[in-house]
């Protein structure tokens, strides 16, 4: 054990549906990952090349609150599918990139539009709008070898009781093996490491006050007020 100059930060989990705790490495968001999304973020849905940002490990935040980021005015939710590696590599087959998942919870995505917008426009960076604190809610993660691999099912967000996004894990882009396989050619994955796979069409604004349920059939529902 090295001689620390200043105490270990602590390590970053999440909790699973079993009551275990998963230990988090990193963690790789892709962009435009439904048509629908991507055609209302005034981009061509028509399959390209995949793309990736990072939020930070303890973005993560299973306390079902979260709190308003300051400087924006335009923070938007963004429900996602959330995968949990077990194992990576390099260069994985598509064909082998399911068996390096440990299993999936609900997660959002939430975004300082306004700050991301403006990196966009500047060619920078997305982090000042993705990587805020507590910026990724999430549910507990189910273990793929009691649930399976979902490559489909009802995806959804509601603000207020309203609903805002209704979509399916099958109108993603690029599956869940592809993200996987793709990614492994550009980083070593590894244990610990989290996909969050894209969101569908409907993305929009929250105030202090909203209570926002976000839900994946076969995973549950994930209730979340912003403070």
């Known amino acids: 054990m090295p001689d620390l100059v200043i105490p270990a930060p602590p390590q970053t989990t999440i909790p699973t549906a079993d009551g275990g705790h998963f230990p988090v490495r990193?963690?790789?968001?892709?962009?435009?990952?439904?048509?629908?999304?991507?055609?209302?973020?005034?981009?061509?849905?028509?399959?390209?090349?995949?793309?990736?940002?990072?939020?930070?490990?303890?973005?993560?935040?299973?306390?079902?609150?979260f709190p308003y980021p300051s400087r924006s005015e335009d923070v938007h939710h963004e429900v996602e599918l959330l995968i949990a590696l077990k194992s990576g590599g390099t260069d994985i087959a598509v064909d082998d990139a399911l068996d390096h998942v440990w299993g999936y919870g609900v997660a959002l995505d939430m975004t300082r539009r306004d700050l991301q917008g403006i990196a966009k426009k500047s060619g920078r960076p997305w982090e000042i709008g993705k990587a805020v604190e507590r910026s990724a809610p999430i549910g507990p993660v189910h273990a793929a070898s009691r649930i399976g691999h979902p490559s489909e099912g009802r995806i959804t967000v509601s603000v207020n009781g309203q609903t805002k996004q209704d979509g399916d894990l099958n109108q993603m882009i690029w599956k869940v093996p592809e993200m996987i396989a793709y990614l492994s050619n550009y980083f070593e994955l590894a244990a610990g490491d989290v996909i969050l796979g894209g969101t569908p069409a409907g993305v929009g604004p929250v105030e202090r006050g909203d209570t926002m349920v976000a839900g994946i059939e076969g995973l549950g529902e994930i209730t979340v007020r912003v403070t």
């Open 26 to 65: 990193r963690v790789y968001c892709i962009g435009r990952n439904f048509a629908d999304h991507a055609i209302e973020m005034g981009h061509d849905p028509d399959r390209e090349d995949p793309f990736f940002f990072q939020k930070n490990p303890d973005n993560l935040d299973p306390s079902g609150t």
